[in-house]
């Protein structure tokens, strides 16, 4: 993985940070020059080769933004089963359930055993966490901003839920064919070992219900062709 930090603790002036209007990422451009200049000065930029595992707990003091590309994560038990599932592209921000710290109820490690991986050559934005914290109590509009990610996580959760429990291996490695299939991932390029390290299924199981899978998905397909 490779890594390229700003240099931090140096301030920014508007107009200066790293991602130019063209390729920002709609997080970012969500929010004022101020509050996001602010961001970038206390940023390090991660370059993540197709294939690779993320370990989130690399990245435990930092929110991470996908500025380009597709990657996705998944939560584990402490039995090793994928507990929740998700898949994002470019603007999606991940770690935010860190911004409040020690809470009442978890102390910050509680989702230690989040992990990623990176369906294509991506980029990712690693924000200190002490400076998104610093901009929620300064900037009520990014606080806003922040509140509305962090729903948005919470209902990925339900809904990752409630795919996992319900659905059997062929319709669970379907949904991931067609998640990534709609964020133009080729699937050419997507291994069984890929798609079962986010299922928590081995290569061999894939393998094995990878045909029903296809089958499911040429179905749908034939229905909203003939609709």
């Not at 980029?123 to 962090?150: G, N, T, Y």
């Not at 390029?189 to 499911?216: D, F």
């Amino acid at each position: 993985m490779e890594r390229t930090a700003n240099q931090q603790g140096q301030s920014t002036v508007p107009g200066s940070c790293p991602c130019s209007d063209a390729e920002m990422n709609p997080f970012c451009k969500s929010l004022n020059e101020q509050t996001r200049c602010k961001l970038c000065a206390a940023s390090r930029q991660l370059r993540i080769k197709r294939g690779a595992t993320i370990p989130v707990s690399e990245f435990a003091s930092e929110m991470l933004i996908v500025k380009s590309g597709v990657v996705a994560s998944a939560l584990l038990t402490e039995n090793g089963k994928t507990q929740g599932a998700f898949i994002a592209q470019k603007g999606y921000v991940a770690n935010i359930i860190r911004i409040a710290g020690r809470t009442e109820r978890y102390d910050e490690t509680f989702n230690n055993s989040h992990f990623g991986c990176a369906f294509t050559d991506a980029r990712l934005c690693a924000v200190q966490i002490e400076a998104v914290r610093k901009c929620f109590h300064e900037d009520p509009e990014f606080a806003w901003k922040m509140f509305s990610e962090i729903s948005d996580r919470c209902k990925d959760v339900m809904q990752s839920l409630t795919l996992l429990t319900e659905m059997s291996g062929a319709e669970k490695v379907a949904w991931v064919l067609d998640e990534l299939e709609g964020m133009g991932v080729d699937l050419t390029t997507v291994t069984h070992e890929s798609i079962g390290r986010i299922l928590n299924m081995n290569r061999v199981s894939v393998t094995r219900v990878m045909a029903a899978a296809l089958e499911q998905r040429a179905r749908r397909q034939d229905f909203a062709d003939a609709s």
